[in-house]
Nanobody, 114 residues
Framework: VQLQASGGGLVQAGGSLRLSCAASGNIFSIDRMGWYRQAPGKQRDLVATITIGGASNYADSVKGRFTISRDNANNTVYLQMNSLKPEDTAVYYC?????????WGQGTQVTVSS
């Protein structure tokens, strides 16, 4: 499974960004897809995940501001990020779960200026 993420960038606080992640390769039986983030000097943390059936899960810090969605026909997951805060600054990684194994994308930088 290969994951290609895009959409990061620099935005002012209060702004919005949309991340995309396309899965390719042996994508049969991918269940959960999602986004994690890692700020400098910190561990990688869950942001949001979504199952193939559309059930989503969010970190408390992003609830009400971020929305995860998924296009199963195109094997793509999206993360709409609104009301961004400086503390959202991190490298965002796309992930896909298949048979309890996680596959990771290359990461995309999101920087929110105050």
């Amino acid at each position: 499974v290969q994951l290609q993420a895009s959409g990061g960038g620099l935005v002012q606080a209060g702004g919005s960004l949309r991340l995309s992640c396309a899965a390719s390769g042996n994508i049969f039986s991918i269940d959960r897809m999602g986004w994690y983030r890692q700020a400098p000097g910190k561990q990688r943390d869950l942001v949001a995940t979504i199952t193939i059936g559309g059930a989503s899960n969010y970190a408390d810090s992003v609830k009400g501001r971020f929305t995860i969605s998924r296009d199963n026909a195109n094997n793509t997951v999206y993360l709409q990020m609104n009301s961004l805060k400086p503390e959202d600054t991190a490298v965002y990684y796309c992930a896909a779960e298949k048979y309890l194994l996680y596959y990771w994308g290359q990461g995309t930088q999101v920087t929110v200026s105050s």
